[in-house]
């Protein structure tokens, strides 16, 4: 019996060691060719190591002018596009979350009925040109700013507190508006957390919706900046060079990852720290108490 269980530990070793390999090494081949010589990227000399070492690559990153703009853009879509979807979905959960509340369940029923059946992208671009959010900067914030499981989650939430705290709250004279500023936000910090990383995340990694919704190029998120350059690049046959004519430039394998680990370089900084949050939005929903 020993001998199985100590079999089974280096399968099990050996397996998870090479899953992890094959997980990170499409990573760390961006990040190696991303820091090596054009001569060697050009002969593709790089697999594991980087050879003829330069950060070239990084500094005509950091000279587009396009990828910087893209680049302060999301952060811009980021924060603001999670501070009013957590302002939003909390207080819409909390409305929901009040058992007094009239037609409580028939509009629950509708909120859930949107997880299996949704609009579609036309009617969604339809409703933005008529709303008169396209080519701003509301078209990449507002039409994702509720998701129905982010407020399912904050319902779940808000009906785990104890009853005695609203109506404690209601005795000192509060209302309810009062009742979510002063007891409800102040309690629900953990949801909060993992509520906005999950928000915050899908806004950096936003591609759809400047697609749908974005035509000027000074408004481009990070995402769609990059991926221009992927498709030039994948058009392109030589290294990054400036193009003799108009000025367009031809970018190589080399440059593409660079901007690709320039652009996912804050979620990977910050995912480490705050793992914690993603693992307790998963489980704020499931048990109530």
């Known amino acids: 019996m020993r001998k199985k269980i100590e079999v089974f530990d280096v399968v099990n070793v050996v397996l998870m060691i090479g899953l992890m390999a094959v997980t990170l090494y499409p990573f760390w081949y961006m990040m190696v060719v991303s ?14 190591w980087p050879k003829g070492f330069t950060m070239e690559w990084y500094k005509i990153v950091l000279e587009d002018k396009k990828v910087i703009t893209g680049y302060r853009n999301t952060v811009f879509y980021t924060v603001l596009g999670t ?5 939003v979905t909390s207080m819409g959960a909390f409305a929901l979350s009040q058992k007094r509340m009239p037609l409580r369940k028939p509009l629950m029923l509708a909120i859930v009925f949107t997880i299996l059946f949704g609009g579609g992208m036309i009617p969604s671009y339809l409703v933005a040109r008529e709303i008169g959010i396209l080519d701003t900067i509301w078209a990449m914030v507002l039409p994702g700013a509720v ?8 319902r779940a939430f808000f009906e785990g507190l104890p009853e005695e705290l609203y109506e404690a709250g209601r005795m000192d004279g509060l209302n309810d508006i ?28 936003e ?13 481009y998120p990070l995402m769609m900046v990059l991926q221009n350059l992927i498709v030039r690049g994948a058009q392109a046959s030589q290294m990054a060079s400036q193009a003799s004519s ?11 990852f660079a901007t690709i680990i320039f652009a996912t370089l804050p979620i990977l900084v910050l995912y480490p720290f705050l793992q914690k949050y993603f693992v307790k939005g998963v489980l704020l929903g499931s048990v109530k108490g």
């Open 207 to 219: 591609f759809y919706r400047a697609i749908l919704y974005i035509r000027n190029p000074d408004l």
């Open 246 to 256: 108009g000025g367009d430039l031809v970018v190589s394998n080399a440059l593409r």
């Open 83 to 87: 501070f009013i979807a957590l302002v």
């Open 178 to 205: 009062g009742l979510f500023a002063r007891i409800v936000v102040p309690l629900s910090s953990p949801v909060y957390a993992a509520i906005g990383l999950f928000v915050a995340v899908g806004l950096w990694n």
């Open 35 to 48: 820091v090596s010589g054009e001569f060697h990227v050009l002969r593709n000399d790089v697999l594991l």
């Open 147 to 154: 998701s129905t499981f982010n407020l399912l989650v904050f």
